[in-house]
């Protein structure tokens, strides 16, 4: 079932009818294709169709939710809304956003709407022939697969919101097996967007192939301290922290390592984060958030200096300020938290950026990090962290040999506050982008 505005506006006046004093339906309706490939052959495809719809609404300043696949079960949800906003505490910083139109933002391709499951599998295909390609070195793919999606949403409130908006986005991710005198490495790559022509199935899979060839005759190192250079996919590792601390939400309840550190510095002054949800073909981007506010870009950080954090309509209300178009849902029968839209990082200035190949030839001793593992065990309070990499080691400038079993630890704030170069490699990893860095004096064990 498609989306359907009269659906929409009868369900949220029928639950003014009945008793609630604000009401809002968010609806969903999607269609998606999932694609296997292993030695050229079909391993698994999946197709999938849904439609979904739920009720928020807000009775003597408590909070009512339901929600169902049904259409014709609207008037049951109606009463089970109202009947859990009648047993919930009251909660003075409840209530719905005003209507504020909708930004216009390029998410929806025909292509991927279109695309019939035999042009899906062949893409798919491509991607691990690419993988082969590489080399004899490569010796297996572990996985090869793509998804195809496109979605239609709608949001309605009593307050006069009234947006729907269609989009698309389809991803390739493969993980190839490099094996040479009896070693084996893992090398994976991933890409996604709103548009298929954004992403390159054969360059996902070369890219893969690469990853793992590279790391043949990989060897331990003894402990020191040293530069280090993040590759992108690792600083996006690392932003996801940031990610879950520039939340509003997360604030508010102290899990936070950037609370009460609005307008002080705290990374070093070469790097700027923004959050923007209007980026063409990008994954976060939408016209409005998950409660029909407008999607926006935001400066988060400038310069190093934390300028917000990003926010809901409860949560705006909570501090006083305006939601940043930041209300996120996990799907429709989800309320609405905090989220990032597109975060990415990036160089302060020109000046500050620094070609990556220059990057490389600049370190004189040190390592350049391709994998991170477990960066989602940092201390989300703290910022403490002590993770496993994977790494090539540089000395004047040339990569010596891959390292393996390598240990990086420090305090997320203290280590991106010693970036000494930002790269000219900004790269987008799903939702979330960031160039190549260089850090200094970072304690590596072995």
């Known amino acids: 079932m498609r989306t359907d505005a009269g659906f929409a506006a009868e369900l949220v006046a029928a639950a003014i009818r009945r008793g609630a004093d604000e009401a809002e339906v968010f609806s969903r309706s999607s269609r998606g294709l999932s694609v296997e490939i292993k030695d050229q052959s079909v391993e698994s495809l999946k197709s999938s169709a849904g439609f979904g719809y739920a009720l928020r609404v807000i009775k003597d300043g408590r909070l009512g939710f339901s929600y169902s696949t049904d259409p014709a079960a609207s008037q049951t949800v109606i009463g089970n809304a109202l009947d859990t906003a009648r047993s919930s505490d009251p909660d003075p910083y409840l209530g719905l956003p005003d209507a504020g139109g909708a930004a216009e933002v390029a998410i929806y ?10 042009e899906a599998i062949q893409s798919v295909m491509r991607l691990e022939k690419a993988v082969f390609e590489e080399g004899r070195r490569i010796a297996r793919v572990r996985k090869a697969s793509g998804s195809f999606y496109s979605s239609e949403t709608r949001i309605a409130n009593s307050k006069g919101v009234d947006a729907a908006y269609s989009s698309t986005s389809c991803s390739g991710q493969v993980s190839a097996v490099a094996e040479e005198s009896g070693e084996s490495q893992i090398g994976w790559e991933y890409d996604a967007s709103c548009f298929l022509k954004g992403i390159s199935f054969e360059a996902i899979g070369r890219g893969a192939a690469q990853r793992a060839v590279r790391l043949l005759g990989s060897r331990k190192i003894a402990g020191c301290k040293a530069e280090v250079v993040l590759d992108n996919s690792v600083t996006v590792d690392f932003l996801g922290i940031f990610a879950s601390s520039l939340s509003s939400e997360a604030v508010q309840k102290g899990k936070s390592l950037l609370t009460g550190k ?9 790097i700027t984060v923004v959050d923007s949800g209007l980026l063409a073909g990008r994954l976060g981007s939408s016209p409005v958030d998950d409660e029909g506010v407008p999607c926006r870009e935001k400066l988060l950080i400038r310069e190093g200096v934390l300028l917000s954090y990003v926010y809901n309509t409860y949560t705006a209300r909570k501090d006083g300020v305006r939601s940043t178009g930041n209300a996120s849902r996990a799907g429709f029968a989800s309320l609405p938290g905090v989220g990032v839209s597109n975060l990415y990082l990036e160089a302060a200035s020109h000046s500050d950026v620094v070609g990556a190949d220059r990057i490389m030839r600049s370190i004189d001793r040190g390592l350049y990090v391709v994998e991170a593992m477990g960066v989602h065990t940092a201390n989300a309070v703290s910022g403490d962290f002590s993770i496993g990499v994977t790494g090539l080691w540089i000395e004047k400038g040339e990569v010596k040999y891959p390292v393996k079993e ?7 704030l203290e280590f991106f506050g010693r970036i000494e170069a930002v790269g000219d490699d900004l790269r987008f990893y799903g939702s979330t982008g960031a160039p190549s860095l260089t850090i200094s004096g970072v304690d590596i064990s072995a």
Do not use: M, Q, W, Y
């Open 262 to 270: 609005i307008g002080r510095k705290v990374i070093s002054p070469k």
């Open 109 to 118: 391709d025909t292509a991927i709407a279109e695309l019939s499951e035999e």
């Open 406 to 412: 390598a240990v990086v630890s420090g305090n997320i």
